[in-house]
C-alpha cells in the first residue's frame, strides 16, 4: 500500500507517520500493492483526529476518528475500516469491484454481522424550494439531513448538518 500522510495544524512526527504505515499497514492483507491510502492528521483544541480515505473501483473506503490521543484514534479508525471491510466483503465481491483488492481477502469467507435490510419506505410531495428553506425545514423535523427539489436547479438535493453547527448541501453530478 502507499501513504499520503497529512497534517492539518499540526507537524506529523517521524514516530507519528511510522505508527500510521505500521498500523494501517495491517490492512494490506485486503489490499493490493498499489492501493492509495490518504490519511490526513489534524489537532483542533485538544482534540485530536484521524481520517483515512482509501479509494477503491467502485467507491470509497473511508473513516474519521476523534480522540484526544492521535494513537487511539489511528487505533479506532484501523479497526473501523477493517470492520467494514469484512462487513461488505460480499457486496465488494458481487459487483465486481476487485481490482483494488487482495486475492486472498476476496476468497476469504468472513461472517455477516448483519445484512442491509430495508424496514420502512417514506413517500412525500416535493414543493420546490431554496436550500436555506430546507435548513430550516430540517431544524423544525429535529433530523440531520433533508431531501428537497431544489427551486433554483428543479434538481433534488439534500442538506445535512455538519459537525460544527454549519450545514452542507449535496447536489447530483449530470454526466
Known amino acids: 500500500m502507499k501513504f499520503v500522510i497529512t ?16 498500523k494501517l499497514g495491517r490492512l494490506d492483507r485486503f489490499f493490493s500493492p498499489d492501493t492509495e491510502v490518504h490519511v490526513t492528521m489534524s489537532v483542533i483544541r485538544d482534540r485530536h483526529r ?4 482509501i479509494p477503491v473501483k467502485g467507491g470509497v473506503i473511508r473513516s474519521e476518528q476523534e480522540s484526544n490521543d492521535m494513537y487511539v484514534a489511528l487505533d479506532l479508525v484501523e ?10 466483503k460480499n457486496k465488494i465481491v458481487d459487483k465486481h469491484h476487485t481490482g483494488s483488492f487482495n486475492e486472498e481477502y476476496i476468497e ?22 431554496y436550500p436555506e428553506d430546507a435548513c430550516v425545514q430540517m431544524e423544525l423535523l429535529g433530523h440531520n439531513f433533508y ?15 455538519r459537525k460544527g453547527g454549519t450545514y452542507g448541501l449535496i447536489e447530483p453530478e449530470i454526466g
Open 147 to 161: 431531501m428537497f427539489m431544489n427551486a433554483e436547479t428543479n434538481q433534488i438535493n439534500v442538506v445535512y448538518r
Open 50 to 53: 484521524i481520517e483515512v480515505t
Open 108 to 129: 476469504k469467507d468472513y461472517m455477516d454481522d448483519e445484512d442491509i435490510r430495508i424496514v420502512r419506505t417514506k413517500q412525500f410531495d416535493m414543493k420546490p424550494m
Open 7 to 22: 497534517g492539518k495544524n499540526m507537524e506529523v512526527s517521524a514516530a507519528l507517520d511510522q505508527a500510521v504505515r505500521d
Open 79 to 88: 479497526e473501523v475500516i477493517e470492520r467494514q471491510l469484512k462487513k461488505y
